[in-house]
């Protein structure tokens, strides 16, 4: 049997439907006239009729509710499973990044599974009001792909977390930090935050602006007071305020690895902790104005803690007995 292809109707066959329908003319009289079966002019007219079938069918109006129905369909919906929806929402309420939640969930959800880039779409363009909980915010989502600022390598002999050595990733050696800083879009300050991946130990610094010389000032002053054995490796992401990265090195007797472009996952520790942090100082704070006894109070609060990770114990504890023995 032959197989039929179906064409759909065109802007101009929906306009003569609506001209010959107000004279009054029948369903199959039109099909003749247009060429085209009984069905598929009654069908056009069920369907994209007006709402509440209000009105009189109008060809441009209905071939705009046919464009968009069509253009729906191929979007399928993201977060199907009532699970993983219940799993993800709950998440990002306590300020989860997507990729937290992409990695942890087979480990607290066995059985389930989500991408973080299904997570992304599903709060742009189901969920827009979820917007508020990503680590950014941005109301609108900026394309895949986008190069955002730097084009080219901008960090001098950048060494990629893909060369560090596994044994960090298990955390059962101490000294291996993680660092990133908190932006205040109100004023050039920003707060430098500084964790211990084994022990969670937490430095937070002020800086009065987000470039390199006050990065690597704030951070040779917080961890030059540790003894060398807590100072191994530093992990940062590819901000333009960690160029200095040699020198702090050459300070701190430490090594340097980079996450790859937009991987913030790649350094959980500090992400998961400047969500924290965000409880005391949330988006628009301006660190300018934040005095230094507050930060110090914040630090206070993180390192007091205590940790499921940890067993219970605070992040404190865990540094005062790891340089104990």
């Known amino acids: ?34 060429n085209r079966d009984p069905s598929t002019i009654s069908r056009e007219l069920t ?26 369909a191929h979007q399928r919906q993201r977060l199907k499973n009532n699970a993983i929806r219940q799993h993800v929402e709950a998440k990002l309420k306590t300020e989860w990044s997507p990729e937290l939640i992409a990695g942890r969930i087979a480990l607290e ?20 009001e979820l917007v508020q909980y990503l680590p950014r915010a941005h109301k609108r989502r900026q394309k895949r792909g986008h190069s955002r600022r730097h084009r080219k390598p901008h960090i001098p002999h950048r060494v990629s977390i893909d060369n560090r050595p596994h044994y960090i990733e298990k955390r059962t050696q101490i000294g291996h930090w993680e660092l990133d800083t908190v932006v205040s879009r109100q004023s050039k300050a920003a707060l430098l935050v500084s964790v211990e991946r084994k022990t969670r ?20 002053d917080r961890l030059l007071s540790f003894p060398p054995r807590l100072r191994r490796t530093l992990t940062y992401d590819n901000g333009s305020e960690n160029t200095e990265h040699e020198t702090v090195n050459q300070l701190l007797g430490t090594k340097s690895y980079f996450c790859n472009p937009y991987h913030s996952w790649e350094k959980a520790t500090v992400e998961n902790t400047i969500g924290l942090i965000r409880r005391f ?45």
């Open 281 to 325: 100082f949330p988006k628009k704070t301006d660190f300018a104005k934040v005095d230094t006894s507050d930060i110090k109070y914040v630090e206070y609060w993180l390192n007091n803690r205590p940790r499921k990770c940890l067993k219970y114990f605070t992040p404190l504890e865990i540094l005062v007995k790891e340089c104990c023995t």
């Open 201 to 220: 130990f937490t430095a937070l610094a002020k800086l009065d602006g987000k470039t390199a010389q006050a990065t690597k000032n704030s951070i040779v």
């Open 47 to 72: 369907r994209n009729a007006p709402p509440v079938h209000k009105g009189y069918y109008l060809g441009h109006k209905a071939h705009q509710r046919a464009t968009e129905r069509k253009s729906n």
């Open 109 to 128: 959800c066995p059985g389930l599974s989500i991408s973080h880039e299904a997570i992304y779409q599903y709060i742009y363009t189901e969920h827009h």
């Open 1 to 34: 049997m032959k197989k039929i292809n179906y064409i759909h109707l065109s802007l101009t066959e929906r306009e003569k439907i609506s001209i010959l329908r107000a004279q009054g003319i029948a369903v199959r009289q039109i099909g003749k006239a247009l």
